[in-house]
């Protein structure tokens, strides 16, 4: 089904605190929903049977309408044209949709490179390095001395142990999207060295080829929930 205004504010603390920039949780719904209707619009002339290659999608149809089957954290989605469809049992989150939509419409064409690069290094990320290094903190934070807690749980997600360069005690590459490798680093807590666990997230050099700003540090933070959930 479509997604509504009302779905989505009921994900919004519901607070009108403004930090969104909107004067009230209603108003941001408003533009969310507006801004998922326009991503719509903007793949509804694709042809998906020639996207689906390049953003590591698999192409379908169900009574001759075409969508995508495309890997989200390891579920299995059907992304149409004006719906997105979710695995019995997990339930759907309008803010899902507009992330997808994004990477459905970059239309990709280029693998990943292999080579990891800061979120700073990205074009215009200035003013949206805050809220990265904010979601870095809480995950260091919540696994503080729980180094194995994290390793058990990035598996469940699929995450696979890599050796970069670097002295960090745990490497992790996380595949959320096809086309969208993290890598993780985490350093755990030295409390002799008063030294805190910290954690960098690093992406691939070919990232803004697939999402833009919003929708990788969305990508984030839906890492950061599913693991310190």
């Known amino acids: 089904m479509p997604h509504t205004v009302m779905e989505v504010l009921k994900t919004l603390p519901r607070t009108n605190c403004g930090e969104c920039g909107q004067a009230t949780c209603l108003a941001f719904a408003t533009q969310v929903i507006n801004a998922l209707d326009a991503l719509q619009e903007k793949v509804a002339p694709l042809d998906l049977a020639s996207v689906a290659p390049g953003i590591g999608a ?5 009574i ?32 899902d949709a507009i992330l997808l939509y994004n990477y459905m419409a970059s239309q990709g064409q280029t693998e990943p490179t292999g080579t990891w690069i800061t979120f700073q290094s990205l074009p215009n990320s200035v003013s949206k390095t805050k809220t990265l290094k904010r979601l870095e903190g809480e995950l260091a934070a919540h696994f503080a001395g729980k180094q194995s807690q994290l390793e058990e749980t990035a598996a469940r997600l699929g995450a696979e142990p890599v050796q970069t360069a670097g002295d960090a005690d745990l490497q992790l590459v996380f595949h959320p999207l096809p086309r969208v490798p993290v890598l993780m680093l985490f350093w755990e807590a030295d409390q002799e060295e008063d030294f805190p ?14 999402l833009d700003l919003e929708s990788l540090l969305f990508l984030v933070e839906q890492l950061a929930d599913r693991l310190m959930a």
Request: charged content about 25%; overall charge negative; glycine content about 8%.
């Open 58 to 62: 698999r192409y379908d149809e169900e």
């Open 64 to 95: 001759g309408r075409p969508f995508l089957r495309l890997s989200y954290f390891g579920h299995n989605l059907q992304v149409f044209k004006d719906e997105v469809r979710y695995p019995e049992g997990i339930e759907a989150n309008p803010w």
């Open 197 to 210: 666990a910290q954690v960098h997230l690093l992406f691939d050099g070919n990232v803004s080829d697939y």
